[in-house]
């Protein structure tokens, strides 16, 4: 939920039945549980848009990564990555989960079969592929320096409001992947099933 550069006055988002409040930048922190978050943003001119709603599933971490983490890092069960530095490769294995907000990761981003993947308000410096998650992938306001490809995931696939200084490719997601209405900044070619993205 990060604005795009000179294209919006600013964004807000409400928690479940909360008031609108302003998006400051940094991650907005939910309990455990299934919450909804509402975004919406205004233009210069004062427009308002439609808001538009996520439903957030978050579950526990069992594995929870604030402060600096050198080398490789493999999320078995639920890890949380939490304004966290990975100086290395994370590989999300077969069932596990991965919620990464407000971190650096210094390094390629791998899942096969995962059971969620989740990136908000990140830096990735490598590339990011999730393929045959079972629960969804969301990447939002962050910036890729790499390629992104998504493939054969199920359940729900949001990419909005990233920069993607690579290629973004998708294909095989069930349903197709959706930007919410906020676009991302692409700079490399965007196909398949995030050509519109």
Same mark, same amino acid.
């Given at each position: 939920?990060?604005?795009?550069?000179?294209?919006?006055?600013?964004?807000?988002?409400?928690?479940?039945? !909360?008031?609108?409040?302003? &998006?400051?930048?940094?991650?907005?922190?939910?309990?455990?549980?299934?919450?909804?978050?509402? &975004?919406?943003?205004?233009?210069? =001119?004062?427009?308002?848009?439609?808001?538009?709603?996520?439903?957030?599933? *978050? =579950?526990?971490?069992?594995?929870?990564?604030? !402060?600096?983490?050198?080398?490789?890092?493999?999320?078995?069960?639920?890890?949380?990555?939490?304004?966290?530095?990975?100086?290395?490769?994370?590989?999300?294995?077969? !069932?596990?989960? +991965?919620?990464?907000?407000?971190?650096?990761?210094?390094?390629? *981003?791998?899942?096969?079969?995962? +059971?969620?993947?989740?990136?908000?308000?990140?830096?990735?410096?490598?590339?990011?592929?999730?393929?045959?998650?079972?629960?969804?992938?969301?990447?939002?306001?962050?910036?890729?320096?790499? /390629? *992104?490809?998504?493939?054969?995931?199920?359940?729900?696939?949001?990419?909005?409001?990233?920069?993607?200084?690579?290629?973004?490719?998708?294909?095989?997601?069930?349903?197709? /992947?959706?930007?919410?209405?906020?676009?991302?900044?692409?700079?490399?070619?965007?196909?398949?099933?995030?050509? !519109?993205?």
């Amino acid at each position: 939920m990060r604005k795009a550069p000179g294209s919006e006055h600013g964004l807000e988002y409400a928690l479940d039945n !909360g008031a609108w409040t302003a &998006y400051a930048g940094q991650p907005v922190a939910v309990g455990n549980g299934t919450h909804q978050l509402r &975004y919406r943003a205004t233009d210069n =001119a004062g427009n308002v848009e439609t808001a538009k709603a996520l439903t957030l599933n *978050v =579950a526990t971490c069992t594995t929870t990564v604030t !402060g600096l983490h050198n080398g490789p890092l493999t999320a078995n069960g639920v890890v949380c990555l939490t304004g966290a530095t990975i100086n290395g490769p994370i590989s999300v294995r077969d !069932g596990a989960v +991965l919620i990464a907000t407000g971190s650096s990761i210094r390094g390629p *981003v791998f899942a096969s079969a995962a +059971l969620r993947v989740t990136l908000v308000d990140d830096n990735v410096h490598g590339p990011v592929s999730v393929s045959g998650t079972t629960g969804g992938v969301t990447i939002i306001g962050t910036v890729v320096t790499g /390629p *992104v490809s998504l493939t054969d995931n199920k359940g729900t696939v949001v990419v909005s409001t990233n920069t993607i200084n690579g290629p973004l490719f998708c294909t095989g997601n069930s349903p197709a /992947p959706t930007d919410n209405g906020t676009a991302n900044t692409v700079h490399g070619p965007a196909a398949g099933q995030c050509a !519109g993205l």
